[in-house]
Nanobody, 128 residues
Framework: QVRLVESGGGLVQPGGSLRLSCAASGFTLAKDAVGWFRQAPGKERERVSCITRDAATYYADSVKGRFTVSRDNAKNTVYLQMNSLKPEGTAIYSC??????????????????????WGQGTQVTVSS
């Protein structure tokens, strides 16, 4: 069974850190681009970050300099290290993956949104 499972969410104070994990089972994540998305209540889903199979990365302007995406192919897992978290970062964070030969990250994200495999999401709450 092909699955992506996110973990690592929780409640953190503003300025704090969390590390999210996106673990794959039933397939080899190393061949895929993996993206992180978030959706806050009443808002549209937002692209947060992406790492390609070649380890190229993308970050939304809102998280650049504070979030770091990485992958450990041996563990079949992608991580999102989130530092200096802000209250506006409160959302459900989901990962998605897609095996594609598309090169441009913007196009990879579109293919991922339309055809990718998705996890169930993990709640991140940034509040004092």
């Amino acid at each position: 069974q092909v699955r992506l499972v996110e973990s690592g969410g929780g409640l953190v104070q503003p300025g704090g850190s969390l590390r999210l994990s996106c673990a794959a089972s039933g397939f080899t994540l190393a061949k895929d681009a993996v993206g992180w998305f978030r959706q806050a209540p009443g808002k549209e889903r937002e692209r947060v970050s992406c790492i390609t199979r070649d380890a190229a990365t993308y970050y939304a302007d809102s998280v650049k300099g504070r979030f770091t995406v990485s992958r450990d192919n041996a563990k079949n897992t992608v991580y999102l290290q989130m530092n200096s978290l802000k209250p506006e970062g409160t959302a459900i964070y989901s990962c998605a993956s897609v095996d594609t030969d598309v090169q441009a990250i913007s196009r990879i994200l579109k293919v991922m949104e339309d055809f990718g495999s998705w996890g169930q999401g993990t709640q991140v709450t940034v509040s004092s």
